[in-house]
């Protein structure tokens, strides 16, 4: 008898595609361009977030999330 693993082992740790995409009714936070990018929320990086958000606008997320 074959038993069958509980997960797929490629498929861990991967973010299902639905959790990437950002709505198009929800407002982009220095929080979630930070998350986006892979970075860990600190001081200095939420200060990068605001600033390209203040920059570029909803594009800042845009650029990172297909």
Known sequence: MTEQPDSNPLSEGI?????????????????????ASGRDLTPEHLAWAERKLAAEGRAAIEKLLP
């Not at 973010?15 to 979630?32: I, M």
Request: hydrophobic letters at 45%.
């Open 15 to 35: 973010t299902p595609d639905a959790l990437l995409h950002v709505g198009s009714s929800d407002d982009v936070t220095a929080e979630d361009l930070v998350l």
